[in-house]
Structures are given as C-alpha cells and as structure tokens.
C-alpha cells in the first residue's frame, strides 16, 4: 500500500517563497505528481517527478528524492491567487498506474 | 470546450434513494477515473476504466456501479444511498492509464 504525509496546513506572505513538503512510503513507485485544488474547484495539474531531481516551471518547482521518499513544492513570488491545497500524489508500479493522493496542504497566502 | 464535464454539479437526495452521476470527456483519453472526496479533502480512487474495461476497483460498496458505455463517458450509478456516501465525486480522464489527469468539476452529493 501507500502511505503518504503532508502538513496539513501552511501559510505565507505575498511575495515570500514557501516549500510544502511530501513524505510517502510506498510498496511500489513510479512517479509523483502535484496537483493544485482551489476551494469548491476540481484538481489541477502542476507537476511531475519520476527521477531524482529538481524540476522547474515557472514560479514553481518540484524535487523528488526516491532514496528518501520525499519530495517537495516550491512556490515563488507568492501570489493571492495561490491560496488553495496542494495535494501530493503517487503513482503506483502495477498495471493499472493507480495514484494515490495525500490529504493535502491548505496554503493560504496573506497580504 | 470542456474538457471533462459532469451532470448534475449538485444532487440532493434522500437515504435509500438510487442516483447516477454522468461524466464526459472530449480530450480523445482512453482511461477515466472516479474519485471520491470527502469532508476531509482527501481524495480517494474508486474506479478506473481504460477502453471501456475496468482496471481499477477499489474497495467500495457494491451499491456503487459504474458503467462504461464508451471511450468518453464513464457514469457512476450509486444504490440505497446512505449517509456516509455525501461528498463530492469527481470524474478525470488521462491516457495512458496513470498520466497526468483532467478532473471534471465535481459533483456534490448530499444525502439526507
């Protein structure tokens, strides 16, 4: 199975840089996805790791570490729009590449 | 264009009724999903279909059925609802199985 850990809640200052973190423990793996929910919507894709590494769009970046089943979200240059949940996800290694999804983050951003 | 769309956004209902909840999607995908978020926010997989044939079926009631009837259309028929089925589903579709993944807007189910 799949046991992944998020804060539950976070939050930061217009114009700051914030690091939510994604601890996972998994009995297969293959790959990580962030996904970003603002309230009352559905969830929106933002990124994706499969090797180790730091990859970089935009304002945000996502770093896996399979070693250490970790990865995090890096927000830049925090806007209002930003405040939302950010969930963590993992894709498992069988057939059907199932995602297993963490309870989230709810980041909010203030003035 | 909607990418992924769901009928009816809201469903009020009472225990015991029978429901279905419509989903379609015009990206050309080959896989389709329903998930169920909770109170909580967390976000569960409860089904997934790739070219019409079940390939993910979690441990959910069998009062849940889905039905595949095409590539773009996954619905979810839900019987004798009960309290602990309020929530909100989602529909998603990708392709292949397990990329990145378009969510519809959710359905939110209440039952009474």
Known sequence: ?????????MTATEGAIVQIN?????????????YQQHAGEAPTFLSYNVLDGLEEKGRFSSFLSRSKGYSYLLLKEL???????YLCAVRGSGSARQLTFGSGTQLTVLP | DTAVSQTPKYLVTQM???????CEQNL????????????????????????????IN???PNRFSPKSPDKAHLNLHINSLELGDSAVYFCASSHPPG???????????TVT
Not at chain 2, 99 to 109: A, C, I, N, V
């Open chain 1, 1 to 9: 199975g799949q046991n992944i850990d998020q804060p539950t809640e």
């Open chain 1, 22 to 34: 994604c601890t996972y423990q998994t009995s297969g793996f293959n790959g990580l996805f962030w």
């Open chain 1, 79 to 85: 806007q209002m729009k930003d405040s939302a949940s």
């Open chain 2, 16 to 22: 015991g009724n029978d429901k279905s909840i419509k």
């Open chain 2, 28 to 55: 050309g995908h080959d896989t389709m999903y329903w998930y169920k978020q909770d109170s909580k926010k967390f976000l569960k997989i409860m089904f997934s279909y790739n070219n019409k044939e079940l390939i």
């Open chain 2, 58 to 60: 979690e441990t959910v």
């Open chain 2, 99 to 109: 990329e990145k993944q378009y969510f519809g807007p959710g359905t939110r189910l």
